[in-house]
């Protein structure tokens, strides 16, 4: 019975693709494999509360139970003038230029934010892309997978190394493990799809100079808090100091550092700083594996909402609003766990 009862929530996890509903399932399952609340709770980066409530439901009403429930009746419909100050919004304004602080590309979240701070109607943002659509707007994305993975070595570390990371970090082995990446921005960085009219073409005015800068940021995975650092190049220096800030900003205690596999980062300065400081150990990623690396997910927040479809024409003002994202986000250690962390758990499934 047991078997069965996981095997339906297994395949429930494979077919939905809404990740408040995979939580549900998640939590449920690891429940019934022998998990404590609070481990689950600790997984999945919710209460403990949280996390009885699921289990509580799925015991009393079965999988179905766990299924989100839609909301009663349909919001206001906006009139035709409210429609084509939208539109015309979305055309010729930036968030930041209408109110939202360091948010440069137009999202299905925050027009809905728009439409309720404007005319106080409440839209969920399928609600928003229905009606992007039916206004003449569409959006379209591309993604990327790399083929060079090794699935054995990435199936080690999800199934072996992170959990006796995790594992080592509950015992008090551990006292800081903490993802790192680096990522450089340009004054001129990618373009990227957007909500605009059918046919038509955002464009971007740019003045000819294309400066850059060098981002490092690590991610503590147990607080969600964020440290970053800007250097003009990337080397072993510039990374040297990142890492020496990192030994500064936790000035005690074991420090455990995932990162990639790149030249940079294995460098003799760095074998020779490491010995120097062993209270600083690093774990290396499977090669060609960023989805492992939650910081990867922070250069795409970073880029869609401040960097692309944007040209800064003085290079300062891309450093003031990285840096604003950064402290913003460093505020909101909840949603950095729920929209980084939590999908690294996911990945082991």
């Given at each position: 019975?047991?078997?069965?009862?996981?095997?339906?929530?297994?395949?429930?996890?494979?077919?939905?693709?809404?990740?408040?509903?995979?939580?549900?399932?998640?939590?449920?399952?690891?429940?019934?494999?022998?998990?404590?609340?609070?481990?689950?709770?600790?997984?999945?980066?919710?209460?403990?509360q949280?996390?009885?409530?699921?289990?509580?439901?799925?015991?009393?009403?079965?999988?179905?139970?766990?299924?989100?429930?839609?909301?009663?009746?349909?919001?206001?419909?906006?009139?035709?003038?409210?429609?084509?100050?939208?539109?015309?919004?979305i055309?010729?304004?930036?968030?930041?230029?209408?109110?939202?602080?360091a948010?440069?590309?137009?999202?299905?979240?925050?027009?809905?934010?728009?439409?309720?701070?404007?005319?106080?109607?409440?839209?969920?943002?399928?609600?928003?892309?229905?009606?992007?659509?039916?206004?003449?707007?569409?959006?379209?994305?591309?993604?990327?997978?790399?083929?060079?993975?090794?699935?054995?070595?990435?199936?080690?570390?999800?199934?072996?190394?992170?959990?006796?990371?995790?594992?080592?970090?509950?015992?008090?082995?551990?006292?800081?493990?903490?993802?790192?990446?680096?990522?450089?921005?340009?004054?001129?960085?990618?373009?990227?799809?957007?909500?605009?009219?059918?046919?038509?073409?955002?464009?971007?005015?740019?003045?000819?100079?294309?400066?850059?800068?060098?981002?490092?940021?690590?991610?503590?995975?147990?607080?969600?808090?964020?440290?970053?650092?800007?250097?003009?190049?990337?080397?072993?220096?510039?990374?040297?100091?990142?890492?020496?800030?990192?030994?500064?900003?936790?000035?005690?205690?074991?420090?455990?550092?995932?990162?990639?596999?790149?030249?940079?980062?294995?460098?003799?300065?760095?074998?020779?700083?490491?010995?120097?400081?062993?209270?600083m150990?690093f774990?290396?990623?499977?090669?060609?594996?960023?989805?492992?690396?939650?910081?990867?997910?922070?250069?795409?927040?970073?880029?869609?909402?401040?960097?692309?479809?944007?040209?800064?024409?003085?290079?300062?003002?891309?450093?003031?609003?990285?840096?604003?994202?950064?402290?913003?986000?460093?505020?909101?250690s909840?949603?950095?766990?729920?929209?980084?962390?939590?999908?690294?758990e996911?990945?082991?499934?």
């Open positions: 019975m047991l078997n069965q009862e996981l095997e339906q929530l297994r395949n429930a996890m494979q077919n939905t693709r809404d990740k408040r509903l995979y939580e549900r399932y998640l939590s449920v399952l690891l429940h019934l494999e022998g998990r404590t609340y609070p481990e689950i709770a600790k997984i999945i980066g919710r209460t403990r949280t996390v009885m409530n699921y289990c509580h439901a799925y015991e009393e009403g079965g999988i179905s139970s766990l299924q989100m429930k839609k909301p009663t009746g349909k919001p206001e419909k906006l009139t035709e003038d409210q429609q084509k100050q939208l539109a015309e919004t055309i010729n304004k930036t968030p930041a230029e209408v109110g939202f602080e948010k440069y590309t137009w999202t299905l979240p925050l027009i809905a934010d728009w439409i309720q701070r404007e005319f106080q109607q409440s839209y969920t943002p399928r609600g928003v892309s229905k009606m992007l659509h039916r206004l003449g707007f569409s959006y379209t994305k591309a993604t990327y997978t790399l083929a060079k993975a090794d699935p054995e070595e990435q199936k080690a570390f999800k199934e072996v190394t992170f959990p006796k990371l995790k594992q080592q970090l509950e015992n008090g082995i551990i006292d800081h493990l903490l993802f790192e990446d680096e990522a450089f921005i340009r004054a001129y960085q990618a373009l990227q799809y957007n909500w605009f009219p059918k046919g038509q073409q955002r464009k971007i005015k740019t003045y000819g100079q294309h400066k850059g800068a060098k981002l490092f940021a690590a991610i503590n995975y147990e607080t969600g808090e964020i440290t970053h650092y800007e250097e003009e190049k990337s080397n072993s220096l510039a990374f040297r100091r990142f890492v020496e800030l990192i030994l500064s900003k936790y000035p005690q205690g074991k420090i455990v550092m995932v990162l990639d596999n790149s030249k940079v980062h294995q460098s003799q300065i760095i074998k020779d700083f490491l010995k120097e400081n062993p209270r150990e774990v290396f990623l499977p090669k060609y594996s960023p989805e492992l690396n939650p910081v990867e997910g922070l250069w795409k927040w970073l880029k869609q909402d401040v960097v692309n479809n944007v040209f800064f024409s003085k290079f300062y003002q891309i450093r003031s609003h990285v840096a604003e994202f950064m402290k913003q986000a460093s505020q909101k909840q949603e950095v766990i729920d929209r980084l962390l939590v999908r690294l996911m990945s082991k499934t």
